[in-house]
């Protein structure tokens, strides 16, 4: 999918992308979660939603921002959000996620809710704001039952580590704030799992925080933004792509145990690239959402001024149709 959806920005036919690769190995934390436990995530967070449920045509309608997208066309493509699967929807702005995980791990203490906790994802350079402080601080001090999950990649997009802190990664703040550490091998799928896994026993039996570090290696772009050839050796990145990457791992490993093989690696690849295109074929069709839900949502009743607004524009695309898409869905009535 990430494949796909990469060169279809490129072409032009979604306007942005973020790809996963090097950071597979996360969906070892999925795993480890009960499905009531709320997700707050950064932006490489589709394994979560695809293992507990949401569809390639669910994450295809979300980045064509078509008429089937839950977001209903209002987010960038990967601001993924579901509350179906207790995924809270994404946001661009670095590090606000924290404090809210921490907020909403205290209403389920609160809520007397002993059986769910709350895990935000974030990378090494979200914890250089001041949102990370603020959340691990609250969460220490409120015994808040939520899990902070650090992926360090070794880049805050274009920014290397070695440029952003002194000091031993992340691990050593969590230790600061008096919350229980952990630091692992994040290109190991199982390492990922059971730290998770007894993380989240921690923040459910003791009601308090736990914060993970997960060190792995970001193979992509940034973003469909960003080229990092510019600012780190592509011979590097190609040698960690192919000796350290998590997906082949994983897959040695099966193989020596005798529970995988080439015969069944290919078919699988074969039968969900055709499933990928297919859903990718379905989604770019399909009409955008209605210009009417430009004025929904926000307010539970449109106020006066809004609605003036809302006259405006169905007046301006009577008048002037040729600036206007007149496909069925932004020709209808705004009201």
Not at 23 to 28: K, S
Not at 34 to 60: P, W
Request: glycine share 8%; charged share 25%; aromatic share 10%.
């Amino acid at each position: 999918m990430d494949e796909i959806l990469y060169e279809a920005q490129r072409q032009g036919r979604i306007s942005f992308y973020m790809t996963h690769y090097g950071e597979e190995a996360m969906i070892g934390s999925a795993a480890a979660l009960e499905f009531q436990d709320v997700v707050y995530g950064q932006y490489r967070e589709a394994f979560m939603l695809l293992y507990r449920g949401f569809t390639v045509d669910d994450c295809m309608n979300q980045c064509f921002s078509n008429a089937l997208d839950g977001g209903k066309g209002r987010q960038m493509p990967v601001h993924y959000g579901s509350k179906q699967h207790n995924f809270q929807t994404i946001s661009s702005p670095l590090g606000t996620q924290i404090p809210q995980a921490a907020g909403a791990a205290y209403a389920l203490k609160l809520n007397g809710d002993k059986q769910a906790v709350t895990i935000c994802y974030f990378g090494e350079g979200a914890a250089s704001e001041g949102d990370f402080h603020a959340g691990l601080n609250m969460a220490a001090t409120l015994k808040c039952p939520v899990i902070f999950f650090c992926r360090n990649n070794g880049f805050a997009i274009s920014t290397p580590s070695s440029e952003q802190y002194k000091g031993d990664g992340i691990a050593p703040r969590g230790i600061g704030y008096g919350i229980d550490t952990v630091c692992v091998d994040g290109n190991d799928a199982f390492a990922v799992y059971n730290a998770t896994k007894a993380a989240r026993a921690i923040a459910v039996s003791e009601n308090k925080p736990v914060l993970i570090e997960a060190m792995t290696y970001r193979v992509g772009h940034h973003s469909t933004s960003d080229d990092s050839t510019k600012y780190r050796d592509r011979k590097e990145v190609e040698e960690r792509a192919k000796f350290d990457n998590p997906i082949t791992r994983l897959r040695r490993h099966m193989e020596l145990k005798g529970w995988w093989d080439q015969q069944q690696e290919d078919e699988l690849r074969k039968e969900t690239r055709k499933t990928v295109l297919k859903s990718f074929g379905a989604a770019e069709k399909k009409p955008k959402p209605g210009l009417q839900e430009l004025f929904n949502d926000v307010y539970d009743e449109v106020p006066p001024a809004l609605a003036v607004q809302r006259d405006e524009l169905e007046q301006l695309m009577k008048k002037y149709p040729e600036y206007y898409t007149t496909d069925e869905y932004a020709s209808s009535s705004l009201k």
